[in-house]
C-alpha cells in the first residue's frame, strides 16, 4: 500500500526521480487499463503524473475516480494536493475534509493547515498544529508552518525565534511544493531581513498561484523598496504589483499603493504620484486612515523624485 506522511507531502520534487516516474506511470497505466476498478493503481498513476509536472492531467483522472468512487481516501488526498499546487488552497478544503480513514490523518491536517493558513483560519490551523507537533516535533517543515502562524497572527518575535532555530538546526527549508509555504518562508526571510534569500520563495510562490494577491504584493514590496540594490528591480516590481491590482479589481489601497512605489522604483514619478494620491484618496473612502495617512508621506517623495527605501 502507499503510505504517505506528512514530511513526503510537503517535500520537493527530485531531478533524479523523473526516469522512475516515467517508468512508474506506464507501469500503472497498464495496470489501470487492464482493471480499471482498481482505484489504486490508478490513483498512484495520478500521483506520478502530478510529480512529473502533468498536474491538470492528473487532476482529471483523480476527478474521475471521485465520479466512480465517491470519497475514496488516497484520490481524495491526492486531488488535494495537486489543487494546493496550483495554488486552489480554498478548493482542496473540501477534498481533505471528507478524509477520515487514520492512516492520512496526519498528512491530511498538515495539508489543511496550508489552506487555513492561505484563507485566514489561524485558530482552526492553530488548533491542527498542536495536534501535529505532538506526534512529529522533529519535523522541520511543520516548525516552519508553526512560525508562519505565529507571523500571520501578529506574533512576530516568536515567529522569528522559531524560524531562525529551525533554520540553524535544519538550513533552509526546502522549496516547497505549493505557493502558501513557499510564500510564507519568503515573508519569514523578510521579517529577519534577509531579503535575498526571500526572493526564490516568492518567485515560486507567484508562478505556483498565480491567483495568490498577497504574493505578488508583497514580492513587488520587496523589489521596489529593499535597501539592497542586489534585491531591486523596478520593472519587475510593476509587473508584480500591477497583476496584485487587477487581481483585486483596483479595490485595495494597500495593493495601489505598492504600485506607486513599483513605479517610482521604475523611475516613473508622475504615475507613481497618481498612483499614490488614488491609494490614498481610496484608502479615505474606505475608512482606512492609516493607509491613506502612509500614502501621503509616500507622496511627498514621489514629487521629489525619490524612491521607497525600507
Request: charged share 20%.
Amino acid at each position: 500500500l502507499l503510505t504517505i506522511t506528512a514530511l513526503a507531502v510537503l517535500g520537493v520534487l527530485c531531478n533524479q526521480q523523473v526516469q522512475i516516474w516515467r517508468n512508474s506511470i506506464t507501469l500503472f497505466s497498464h495496470g489501470a487499463k487492464v482493471n480499471p476498478r482498481d482505484y489504486l493503481a490508478r490513483s498512484i498513476l495520478a500521483r506520478n503524473l502530478m510529480e512529473s509536472g502533468r498536474v491538470d492531467e492528473a487532476i482529471r483522472n483523480l476527478e474521475q475516480i471521485l465520479r466512480e468512487a465517491p470519497r475514496y481516501p488516497l484520490s481524495e488526498f491526492l486531488l488535494a494536493h495537486a489543487l494546493q499546487r496550483q495554488g486552489r488552497m480554498e478548493e482542496a478544503i473540501p477534498h481533505l475534509s471528507s478524509i477520515v480513514a487514520p492512516e492520512y490523518v496526519a498528512s491530511r491536517d498538515a495539508r489543511l493547515v496550508l489552506s487555513y493558513l492561505y484563507t485566514g483560519q489561524l485558530a482552526e490551523a492553530q488548533e491542527l498544529m498542536n495536534g501535529l507537533l505532538q506526534s512529529a516535533a522533529d519535523e522541520p517543515a511543520l516548525w516552519f508552518m508553526q512560525a508562519a502562524i505565529f507571523r500571520q497572527t501578529g506574533d512576530a518575535q516568536k515567529a522569528v525565534e522559531v524560524f531562525k532555530t529551525i533554520v540553524t538546526a535544519h538550513g533552509p527549508p526546502p522549496m516547497a511544493e505549493d505557493p502558501v509555504l513557499n510564500f510564507e518562508v519568503a515573508e519569514l526571510y523578510a521579517l529577519i531581513g534577509e531579503q535575498k534569500r526571500a526572493m526564490p520563495y516568492y518567485e515560486s510562490a507567484v508562478q505556483m498561484g498565480p491567483s495568490y494577491t498577497n504574493a505578488f504584493n508583497n514580492y513587488a514590496w520587496l523589489l521596489a523598496t529593499s535597501t539592497n540594490p542586489a534585491v531591486r528591480d523596478g520593472q519587475k516590481a510593476v509587473r508584480m504589483a500591477g497583476k496584485a491590482c487587477e487581481l483585486t479589481q483596483w479595490k485595495v489601497p494597500l495593493m495601489i499603493g505598492t504600485l506607486a512605489a513599483a513605479y517610482a522604483e521604475a523611475g516613473r514619478f508622475e504615475d507613481a504620484v497618481k498612483t499614490a494620491e488614488k491609494a490614498r484618496d481610496l484608502a479615505k473612502e474606505q475608512g482606512m486612515s492609516e493607509v491613506a495617512k502612509r500614502n501621503e508621506e509616500l507622496l511627498e517623495l514621489y514629487r521629489q523624485s525619490k524612491p521607497v527605501r525600507e
